[in-house]
């Protein structure tokens, strides 16, 4: 199993905007929906977004919608999650792992154990 591999975070002002990448490695992922999620200080892990293997269909977080966008390359095993409008409350470590929704509830599928070093988000108010 290969860690994801995740990018793009950095510190941007409230209303301001970031692009993630998460690379993947399709032997072990290949047909799997992939997420984002997001851990902040003291806080649980929270799902944020899951998009299906075709990337046709995306279930986002209520906290980020209409603000975050996620999509997926499967040619360049990346997937992406485009952050626009960012609060203060959107800074986190963020991370992709293999997804499913279950009551619209975002998680990570339960033997998923390749957490890579996730990408931190610091949005400055």
């Known amino acids: 199993q290969v860690p994801m591999v995740e990018s793009g975070g950095g510190l941007v002002q409230a209303g301001g905007s970031l692009n993630l990448s998460c690379t993947y490695s399709a032997l072990s992922y290949g047909g799997y929906a992939m997420g984002w999620f997001r851990q902040a200080p003291g806080k649980e892990r929270e799902g944020v977004s899951c998009?299906?293997?075709?990337?046709?269909?995306?279930w986002v977080a209520d906290s980020v919608k209409g603000r975050f966008t996620a999509a997926r390359d499967n040619d360049k095993n990346t997937l992406y999650l485009q952050m626009n409008s960012l609060h203060f409350a959107d800074t986190a470590v963020y991370y992709c792992?293999?997804?499913?929704?279950?009551?619209?509830?975002?998680?990570?599928?339960?033997?998923?154990?390749?957490w890579g070093q996730g990408t931190q988000v610091t949005v400055s108010s």
């Open positions: 998009t299906t293997w075709s990337g046709g269909r995306t």
């Open positions: 792992a293999p997804c499913s929704v279950l009551s619209g509830l975002i998680m990570p599928v339960s033997s998923f154990r390749d």
